[in-house]
């Protein structure tokens, strides 16, 4: 099969463009590991400091936030293997993650 010039700059163009979509749903997207809710629900306590990759700009940088038990009513419940994709629009609102569906988190940095 011959690929042509022009072919190859279409796929070229749409190799670019999925690439810049894998990099916008990786954007402003906190990392957790599933220990840390896991450290949280066994602790018995209410709040602890967690740490956490923060996803922005398609880097990987270390963060520490604040995790929190709540009771209010979760407005999603998110899934993941071993880190749990936390998008920042959830910053500061209930959620509830599928491994420990019956707990409520709110992340705060």
Known sequence: MKV????LKKII?????KTFED???ARNTTLLDLY???????SGERE????????????KT???MTLSLVDEEP??????????PVPDD??????????????IFVLRQ
């Open 75 to 84: 407005v999603t419940t998110l899934t993941g293997g071993t880190r749990v």
């Open 23 to 25: 990099l916008k749903r």
């Open 4 to 7: 042509t010039k022009a072919t």
């Open 36 to 42: 840390e809710f896991s450290n949280l629900v066994q």
């Open 90 to 103: 959830l910053l500061g609102r209930p959620f509830n993650v599928a491994q420990f569906a019956e707990y």
């Open 62 to 64: 270390p963060i520490t």
């Open 13 to 17: 163009k749409e190799e670019i463009k």
């Open 48 to 59: 602890a400091r967690v740490t956490g990759m923060d996803m922005s700009s398609g880097t």
